[in-house]
């Protein structure tokens, strides 16, 4: 019946209908009379359903926030390390010149945006944690007052998450200037002296949730949104460390955030 | 301030990252390194974002870039001597499958998977890019970098190894025993 003989391919490209009308149609005749052919086919549909049914399972499952933070542009990179020269003088300007806060303010301000965010903490971080002498205002010895003072400033209840499972021992926090409204920074130091910072500022109004991971000038920021707070991770560190320790502070303050739900 | 750069699209981007996921999965066998594979993925698609001629199948560029990403990975792993086997028989066992329970088909399901486990990782590739994916022949070749001449044969192998498996699998669960 068939004018060509059936190859493999046309049997698999049958199943998986990839076939030309005008071939589809010859196979379903040479199908319909070769009933080992039948079966064959019959079997290939059903591994595919088979497949299909199980596989598919795994396309509902949630995505990890890393993930969705890697699919983001990572940082606007290229246009930074354009103007890195520029931005690190400027940023030396900052932390040598009390004007520079000035120009930081008005650079900060321009709009409220995500990318802003990790640029303010960026700059928050150089600024003050690296001051090797004072960091920050009130230190870990206090730190119920400063928790409870940086907490009644936001006008929310914020907590310094525990990194000592990353060998970050809290150093201390301070109260810094965010767009409108005040931020609270937590530095923390580890046995290299080398230090981290949580930014935390109340929600502006955006409603952007994605975890997300910027290089600015050097300085790594890994900061999302949450209902309440936005908050930004920064610090010298290398990006997989920076993304776990993102993890483990994220996991803290929602478990902090729900034990205070429940004691309301 | 510029705007991001035009050159992916982000909500497609994003979309991708379940199938990405699920296929670093058929590779890798688990679902740590399969997630690590993603991430690596996405990177590197930024990285090479230029090469993407917009306007063409997104996914199918993503899951090249993914195959180049998992062979590198996987010439790295071989010189580190006694890392993880990637092939055959050790791959199936370490796969963790969402079965629905409701699924009536639970047991059967259980065995094809495990059948699909038990294949040469180029094969499972082939298999679950045509039958899963429902790439057409030609676009497999592309992100294999492989002739369509070996994705037929590869497929074919496949299919003919799970119909035997399951002409043969009236023995009770094996899949259920944890092997490893």
């Known amino acids: ?37 039948a079966a064959r086919v019959a079997d290939f549909r059903h591994q595919n359903a088979a497949l299909h049914e199980a596989f598919d399972a795994w396309l ?27 931005f690190a003088a400027a940023a030396t300007l900052v932390l040598g010149v009390a004007l520079g806060w000035f120009a930081r303010e008005t650079l900060l301000e321009r709009d409220g945006t995500p990318t802003t965010f990790a640029r303010q903490a960026a700059l928050t971080h150089v600024l003050y944690a690296s001051d090797a002498n004072r960091p920050v205002e009130i230190w870990a010895a206090e730190e ?31 109260l810094v200037a965010g767009n409108q409204k005040p931020a609270a920074l937590f530095v923390y130091e580890n046995g290299d ?18 975890f997300r991971y ?25 990006r997989a ?24 | 301030m510029a705007a991001t750069d035009p050159a992916l699209p982000h909500p497609e981007l994003v979309a991708a990252i379940p199938r990405l996921r699920r296929y670093a999965r058929v590779l890798t066998g688990e679902a740590t390194r399969a997630d690590d594979l993603v991430q690596e993925t996405l990177a590197r698609a930024w990285e090479k974002r230029r090469l993407w001629a917009a306007g063409t199948d997104l996914r199918a560029w993503l899951f090249t870039i993914m195959h180049n990403v998992f062979v590198n990975q996987r010439a790295l792993a071989r010189r580190d001597a006694q890392n993880v086997s990637l092939d055959a028989d050790d791959a199936g066992a370490a796969w963790q499958i ?5 699924q009536q088909t639970r047991v059967e399901l259980m065995e094809v998977l495990r059948e699909v486990g038990r294949l040469p990782v180029d094969q499972r590739a082939v298999l679950v890019l045509a039958a899963v994916e429902e790439m057409r022949y030609e676009e ?9 001449g070996t994705v037929m044969s590869r497929l074919s192998r496949a299919r003919e190894k799970l119909r035997r498996a399951s002409q043969h699998s009236t023995e009770p669960p094996a899949a259920l025993k944890i092997i490893k």
């Open chain 1, 1 to 37: 019946m068939s004018p060509l003989p059936l190859s493999d391919t046309d049997v698999h490209a049958y199943v998986d209908g990839q076939l030309a009308p005008a071939r589809a149609a010859e196979v379903d005749d040479a199908v319909a009379h070769d009933p080992a052919l």
């Open chain 1, 144 to 174: 119920q007052r400063l928790v409870r003072w940086l907490s009644r400033r936001l006008g929310l209840s914020v907590h310094a998450p525990d990194l000592n499972t990353f060998g970050y021992a809290l150093v201390g926090g301070r």
């Open chain 2, 98 to 102: 969402p079965v629905r329970p409701a």
């Open chain 1, 214 to 238: 910027a290089v600015e000038d050097g300085v790594g920021v890994y900061y999302w949104v949450d209902e309440n707070c936005a908050y930004a991770l920064s610090g010298q560190i290398d």
């Open chain 1, 60 to 86: 509902e499952e949630p995505v990890p926030p890393d993930l969705v933070a890697a699919a983001h542009a990572p940082a606007d990179a290229g246009r930074w390390r354009r103007f890195a020269p520029h």
């Open chain 1, 241 to 264: 460390q920076m993304l776990a320790i993102g993890r483990l502070v994220y996991g803290q303050l929602a478990a902090a955030d729900a034990a205070s739900a429940q004691g309301k």
């Open chain 1, 193 to 210: 002296k080398q230090r981290l910072s949580l930014m935390v500022r109340k929600r502006p109004g955006e409603s952007e949730t994605a």
């Open chain 2, 140 to 148: 497999i070749a592309t992100v294999l970098s492989i002739p369509v």
